[in-house]
Nanobody
Framework: QVQLVESGGGLVQAGGSLRLSCAAS????????MGWFRQAPGKEREFVGA????????YYGDSVKGRFTISRDNAANTVYLQMNSLKPEDTAVYYC????????????????WGQGTQVTVSS
């Protein structure tokens, strides 16, 4: 069982940056693949990025490639999402995700979810 708590969301102007954090409970955090998804009002939950347990592999959704970076600190049981060059279309609730195997880009396959943190980008 893994419990996830996101933080770091807020209001930012277009072109700005934010860093989201996700603190995980549980002794087996380092064995989980971790990821971030987002959901805007009236839209489906969308894959943002993921990182393997060893940090050797990262991958991103097309809409955030080159702007967002995912990283993790297994000693601190924390995963991060650095978001740069933010756009109004990045406005959404951002969810941290954990998976016992590899992180799928399909949200229906995720094992654990956080409660979400709101990111709002003003134009």
């Amino acid at each position: 069982q893994v419990q996830l708590v996101e933080s770091g969301g807020g209001l930012v102007q277009a072109g700005g940056s934010l860093r989201l954090s996700c603190a995980a409970s549980g002794r087996t955090f380092s064995s989980y693949a971790m990821g971030w998804f987002r959901q805007a009002p009236g839209k489906e939950r969308e894959f943002v990025g993921a990182i393997s347990w060893s940090s050797s592999t990262t991958y991103y959704g097309d809409s955030v490639k080159g702007r967002f970076t995912i990283s993790r600190d297994n000693a601190a049981n924390t995963v991060y999402l650095q978001m740069n060059s933010l756009k109004p279309e990045d406005t959404a609730v951002y969810y941290c995700a954990a998976d016992r195997l590899s992180m799928s880009t399909d949200p229906s396959h995720v094992d654990y979810w956080g409660q979400g943190t709101q990111v709002t980008v003003s134009s």
